[in-house]
């Protein structure tokens, strides 16, 4: 199934959840927002999670200066220009406005103000300590209060926990799905695919398992085995392909659609042991030690991550990993760190490239050079 | 009083704020080596805890780098010395034995040269943080800054940081600590939103930092030495206020509009770290307030009532200086007032609350909430209620290359400024320091031809 077919599916899926009377939240897909919430209130959570294009990036310049994040700059270009397989937008009922970052911030006010989606808040502190766990709280009951308001019921915390619950269980058969040993591409097509749905397409998921895990790839001796750590590979995009058409094998997603995603879960216990689902949320964003949001230690967490998940794949496989740093241009989180993050890398011994880029066509050509480059240097 | 003594009076306390902006480096090296106080590097206009402890100086990172300086500015200074700011004959003396007959001009150019030298800086500054791994997509403001930080970050026993909403930002304080030999840095969380008990988070990460300055001062927190720095900081404050609202919107100016701009100028660049004295800051701000209206009360200046008044902003994270001076040779008059539209010129509530720290997290959430905002319809609302309260014919946004937060507002505001004020307005790109001015004039000239 391509990306278009890919599209026309979840446009009918979309309709027919609406028509059950289910309302859709949109929001731009990082980590940290508590899609459990929105579910255990009976919406129907919906990640931006599209690559953009010429025309999407172009259609944004109305809005916002063109030295934004493409990335978000085509989120906006989405709603201003709604491509045919993009239908399903009109079906957004409220879109969040949160602070991964001002560029999160600047398109989803954009994305709610002209294209009139009501508007929900749900912001983060950057640093991480017990104040700003505390502040993520705060920021959960507002953000509840806000759903109750539009359902007209309380969201009960029993509710709540299923969908936690829920989640977890699905976070963790992705996470079983990622340890799969199979081409970057297939891995990438289903976890899009299974991000985009969510729980719903757990049966789904879990026959692509089984499917794949009796079809791995048995000699990947001449595979350039690599790491996508940055910016998200999102739906539509070449990137892969690109990798793939140089030798390289993407093993795996450093990233929010990726393992950013799918290793923040808990353990049975923990979630059998603790009474208030709020702060299982609480818990997770604690624990979210790799995401690009917060300071200050985001750049060593990021370089420990990276190094370890080396070196347990060196011993695994024997296989030197390489690692890419996907820049989408202007993101403030990867671009400011880029430098030092591949300087520190570098220095330990790991191959890295910094791979910036935009969604422009012209670009491709650039991108696949350096690619080759890359992956024969190394 | 002759007219060439009226002339160095009624800008002495700016030559004094001038001369201490410029001569920050042997003033901190007396500081640091001599009377062994400890260095906070500091920016934007959160430096005030820093002046809870006297042992700390808080430092706006430009600071601590030799400046070229016009040579009667160095003169004025080594007369200061000698007779005493205070002193304005000896002054005058002094420059009349330097044989200097045209001191109006003198003046214009001593100012000039005060903003020539500091952006001559930035822009090295600028250089030095993309050859060391700010990638060159960042605004003005944050490669500076880390260039700062690189070639006199050593200077500082610590770094202050507060968390705004640019993430840029705060990921640039972060990039601080790849650094070598960077100094320890002391994190403030604002919150982003005023929910739940925020406020009170607020006060307890402000105590936190608190307790990280007492550790480097090795002194107890006082806070009646805090409480005493927020009444400077009020009247600070007030004098700013007055120079913004009394003076800018007046029809007659104490200057030249040109260096009027600049005086704003000045202020904003000062106003960060108060020159790291906050008593003779708010001492010279009065002076400078007291100097002004002297001088429009006797009449002398020049009749500006009929030069259509343009609100630059942003210009804090950077903007070509050379646009009022354009302005000005097109008929215009250009005013500054980037800390009043964040909120920033507003009074430290210590009247009302008891608990300095507390009063300080009400003006940092009010700033944060209502100036700066967690989106871009409120600080569209800023910019605009400051558009509206100086009465301003034109609006000039700077939009900063790489700027991913405050330039993403210009589409809002161009709107709502049409829509609800009827004025023009206009945006400037702006990447680095003299590299377009050429446009800029262009851009300025047909802007200004709306005026005529
Ligand atoms: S700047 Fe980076 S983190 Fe922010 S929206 Fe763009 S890609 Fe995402
Ligand atoms: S708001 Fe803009 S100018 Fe200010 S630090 Fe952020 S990116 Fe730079």
Redesign the interface.
């Known amino acids: 199934m391509d990306n278009l077919e890919l599209l026309s599916e979840y446009t009918l899926f979309l309709k027919e959840e609406k028509q059950k009377g289910k309302k859709v939240v949109a929001f731009i897909s990082h980590d940290n927002i508590p899609e459990e919430l929105l579910d255990a209130a009976g919406f129907i959570p919906l990640r931006l999670m599209f690559a953009g294009n010429d025309e999407l990036m172009d259609a944004s310049h109305d809005y916002l200066s063109p030295s934004t994040c493409a990335f978000a700059q085509s989120c906006i270009g989405l709603f201003s220009t709604k491509p045919n397989h993009f239908r399903f937008l009109d079906l957004v009922d409220y879109f969040i406005v949160s602070n991964h970052c001002v560029s999160d911030i600047c398109a989803s006010e954009i994305i709610s103000k002209y294209f009139n989606i009501p508007r929900l808040n749900f912001y983060l502190s950057y640093t991480k300590n017990e104040n700003s766990l505390k502040y993520f709280k705060f920021e959960l009951l507002d953000f509840k209060d806000q759903l109750e308001k539009i359902i007209g019921i309380e969201i009960k915390n029993e509710a709540l926990m299923d969908s936690i619950k829920k989640y977890n269980n699905f976070k963790k058969k992705l996470l079983e799905f990622n340890n799969l040993n199979i081409r970057g591409s297939e891995k990438l097509r289903i976890l899009q695919k299974a991000i985009l749905y969510g729980p719903i397409f757990l049966p789904e998921l879990e026959s692509y398992t089984l499917k794949f895990s009796e079809n791995q790839i048995q000699n990947s001796k001449d595979l350039k085995d690599v790491i996508i750590t940055g910016c998200s590979v999102f739906l539509n995009d070449y990137l892969i392909e690109l990798i793939e058409e140089a030798g390289g094998n993407v093993i795996s997603f450093d990233t929010w659609i990726g393992n950013n995603y799918y290793y923040q879960i808990f353990e049975e216990t923990v979630i059998n042991l603790t009474k208030n689902p709020f702060d299982l949320l609480v818990r997770r964003f604690e624990n979210n030690l790799y995401g690009d949001h917060s300071v200050p230690n985001f750049l060593e967490n990021k370089v420990s991550q990276i190094e370890k998940i080396c070196q347990n794949y060196l011993e695994k496989t024997g296989k030197k990993l390489r690692i890419i740093n996907h820049i989408i241009k202007f993101c403030d989180h990867i671009s400011l760190m880029s430098a030092y993050l591949k300087e520190q890398l570098q220095e330990k011994g790991f191959p890295v490239l910094n791979l910036e880029r935009d969604y422009s066509r012209a670009n491709r050509g650039q991108l696949s050079t350096r690619i080759e480059a890359f992956l024969e240097m190394v | 009083m002759s007219l060439m003594a009226d002339e160095i009076v009624r800008f002495s306390s700016l030559l004094r704020i001038a001369f201490n902006l410029l001569t920050g480096r042997d003033y901190l090296k007396r500081k640091k080596f001599r009377e062994k106080k400890k260095l906070i590097s500091v920016a934007l206009p959160f430096s005030d805890i820093v002046y809870g402890f006297p042992d700390l100086v808080p430092v706006f990172p430009i600071r601590t780098h030799v400046f070229k300086m016009h040579k009667y500015l160095q003169y004025l200074g080594s007369g200061a010395n000698i007779f005493g700011w205070k002193n304005v004959s000896n002054f005058l003396g002094f420059l009349k034995n330097l044989g200097i007959g045209d001191i109006n001009k003198i003046i214009d150019e001593i100012i000039d040269n005060v903003i020539d030298a500091v952006n001559e800086k930035y822009n090295e500054m600028y250089d030095i943080g993309i050859e060391n ?3 060159s ?2 605004c003005y403001g ?1 490669k500076s800054l880390y260039g700062m930080h690189v070639s006199k970050g050593k200077n500082y026993d610590a770094i202050l ?1 507060y ?1 705004i ?4 930002w ?6 601080l ?2 650094i070598n030999n960077t100094s320890k ?1 002391i ?1 403030i ?1 604002i ?3 005023n ?4 406020l009170e ?1 607020l006060v ?2 402000l105590y ?1 930092g608190i307790s990280e300055l007492e550790k480097i001062s090795g002194n107890t927190y006082d806070s009646n030495i805090l409480r005493n720095h927020f009444k400077v900081a009020n009247e600070i404050r007030r004098s700013y206020k007055s120079i913004l609202y009394e003076i800018s919107t007046s029809d007659f100016y104490p200057c030249n509009p040109a260096t009027f701009s600049e005086i704003l100028v000045i202020l904003n660049n000062s106003f960060q770290d108060y020159n790291s004295n906050a008593i003779r800051y708010r001492d010279n701000m009065t002076a400078l307030v007291h100097e002004i209206k002297e001088r429009i009360r006797n009449k002398i200046g020049m009749d500006v009532s009929n030069m259509p008044r343009i609100l630059i902003t942003p210009m804090f994270g950077g903007w070509e200086p050379k646009t009022h001076e354009i302005i000005y040779e097109l008929g215009g008059r250009a005013l500054y007032a980037d800390w009043d539209v964040l909120l920033l010129l507003e009074d430290i509530p210590i009247e009302k609350i008891s608990d300095p720290v507390e009063a300080y997290a009400h003006y940092l959430m009010n700033a944060t909430t209502n100036g700066i905002g ?4 409120t600080l569209t609302d800023s910019y605009f209620r400051i558009a509206e309260k100086l009465n301003v014919d034109g609006l000039i946004f700077i ?1 900063l ?5 405050v ?2 507002c ?3 505001l161009k709107e709502k400024i049409r829509r609800e004020l009827e004025i023009p307005s206009m945006a400037l790109t702006f990447n680095k320091i003299g590299e377009n001015v050429e446009q800029v004039k262009t851009r300025l000239g047909a802007f200004m031809e709306m005026f005529r």
């Open positions: 791994g700010i990638p997509d960042f944050i940081n968390t909403r640019c993430s840029a705060n990921k640039y304080h972060e990039s600590k790849t840095q994190w969380d919150p982003p939103r929910v739940g008990d925020a988070l307890n990460n936190d967690c989106d871009n319809n939009q290359f790489g700027c991913h937060s330039s993403n210009y589409p809002m």
